[in-house]
């Protein structure tokens, strides 16, 4: 299965659908981000946004929604039942396929980098990526809410935060960026408008008041159903299923003569945590999962799926993706064979000297990956217009002479697009040296291959950008690419050769 990451941030935002409508459209346009979710809370005035994507493209699609809820949300005016202390109010980052906690902790780390440093809002590291213990627990990252928090993020030592500026951005406030288990939030509703009960109840699940462990309850009233809730996060429903929680409440609701009316689940819930209940509720015997109709389907068109890999493509009859498709591919896997020495490097003690260096350079592959693993499909895109404007019509002058403008436009950009990878691919070939030099000695052999697959990106990119210059007319333009081409390889060659004599030496 591929790398899959899950990403939930919270909006400060639930009577207004344009405003989250606006935010999960600045989420989705990067490609690759798939949305799953989204639920608005009239009472709460908040929204929870679910979606998932691979890692690569996680933290600059959570940045996007961060954006634009700093620019549609004002905090000096928002009034809900739910605690709140910023636009975004949290982002938590959840691991769901071929991803470790430590993987996602990056992202929560790079994602408030961003956020601090771009939009100039305070990032609290929560959960599994909390830089202190106190700031585990979501709760105390957030007492005080947005008010407390105002008066207090310049005074405090304790209030400083992780990224960002030690003062409050007025109209964003501040937020919580985390890395957490799938969690199932769940509300459940009572027969009664006193809140006191809810109260009363909330405690005695909650993990604060000596409820169960992995139990974050609050009483609220909802005004518009004359109804108390008790709005939960169960943080690890393996440890705590939902029925215990459930049984739990109706029997303390039974000490004030009160009943449960209803019970909600709010955004998405793991199948396993609701069979946990029909097992439960059903009291059926010998279950296994293996009986999900579902879980069945699913293995069996995972085991017989022909699913057609880039490979397949490029083998296939098809002219694109092509050449120059190849050579993106292999400044990306530069970028990644220097991304994945810098984290063998990285958190060594023997390294701590250059930590901060070989951080940035990780970074900075990880965003090089990204974009040469984007410019494989801008590649082909190209090549497919130049294609497109051979098939335009030419039986009159004014066809030719739109064909032939077309034409040139569309070798030039399929000019544009290699050179790209061209100096993209040399980016990450003077990354590759860094960690040749700097990097975990144990993996020098992949510095290495990171060297020479940064080189073929760029000489395999310098061949296409050469073969669609010939067919233009516009000289100035010829000879500019040509001269930036010749830098490229002239730059990348030197750098090679230091890594390669690098390798040599050390083997």
């Known amino acids: 299965m591929a790398k899959i990451v899950e990403c939930v941030p919270n909006f400060s935002e639930g009577r207004r659908p344009e405003v989250i409508d606006a935010i999960c459209s600045a989420i989705t346009s990067v490609d690759g981000v798939v949305l799953l979710d989204k639920e608005m809370d009239y009472d709460h005035n908040r929204a929870v946004v679910t979606f998932v994507c691979h890692p690569k493209d996680a933290v600059e699609a959570a940045f996007r929604g961060y954006q634009k809820a700093a620019e549609l949300i ?58 202190t213990p106190r700031r585990k627990n979501l709760a105390k990252v957030r007492q005080g809410q947005y008010e407390g928090i105002r008066d207090s993020i310049e005074t405090d030592p304790a209030r400083k935060p992780d990224y960002g500026p030690a003062k409050m951005n007025l109209k964003s406030g501040c937020t919580a960026i985390g890395v957490r288990f799938p969690l199932v939030a769940f509300n459940v509703y009572l027969g009664t408008n006193k809140k006191w009960i809810a ?51 109706k029997s303390e609701a039974a000490r004030y003569g009160v009943n449960v009316t209803s019970a909600e689940v709010v955004g998405l819930v793991p199948l396993d945590a609701m069979l946990d209940v029909c097992d439960f509720y059903l009291r059926l015997e010998n279950f296994s999962r293996a009986q999900v109709l579902e879980h069945k389907l699913q293995d069996a068109g995972t085991a017989g799926a022909a699913r057609e890999t880039f490979y397949d493509e490029v083998a296939s009859s098809a002219p694109a993706p092509g050449g120059g498709s190849v050579a993106a591919s292999a400044g990306a896997l530069a970028a990644a064979l220097t991304a994945m020495v810098s984290r063998l490097t990285v958190g060594k003690k023997q390294y701590a000297g250059v930590k901060a260096e070989i951080s940035e350079v990780r970074d900075k592959a990880d965003a090089l990956r990204a974009e040469l693993t984007r410019l494989i499909d801008t590649d082909k895109e190209a090549f497919n217009k130049v294609m497109e404007s051979f098939r335009l019509p030419k039986s009159t002058d004014e066809e030719i002479a739109a064909r032939n403008q077309a034409l040139e436009a569309a070798n030039k950009e399929a000019a544009s697009v290699p050179l790209l990878v061209m100096k993209k691919s040399l980016e990450a070939l003077k990354l590759a040296q860094v960690v040749a030099e700097k990097g975990n000695e144990n993996s020098i052999t992949d510095a290495g291959v990171a060297g020479l697959m940064g080189m073929a990106g760029i000489e395999g990119a310098g061949y296409n950008v050469r073969i669609n210059l010939g067919s233009l007319t516009d000289k100035d333009f010829v000879a500019a690419m040509k001269k930036e081409a010749v830098a490229v390889v002239n730059e990348g060659e030197a750098v090679a050769a230091k890594i390669r004599q690098r390798v040599e030496s050390m083997l």
Do not use: W
């Not at 109010?89 to 929560?108: H, N």
């Open 74 to 131: 004002n905090m000096t005016t928002h009034k809900g039942e739910h605690p709140r202390m910023g636009a975004c109010d949290v982002c938590p980052f959840v691991p769901i396929s071929e991803m470790s906690i430590e993987d996602a902790v990056e992202l929560a780390n790079q994602l408030g980098k961003r956020v601090g440093e771009e939009l100039q809002i305070p990032v609290y590291l929560y959960e599994d990526a909390a830089t």
């Open 199 to 249: 109260d009363r109840i909330a405690d005695a699940v909650r993990s604060l008041k000596g409820g169960y462990r992995y139990v974050k309850a609050l009483g609220f009233e909802i005004r518009e159903r004359d109804q108390v809730q008790i709005s939960m996060n169960l943080v690890n429903y393996t440890k705590t299923p939902i029925f215990r929680v459930v049984e739990t409440i």
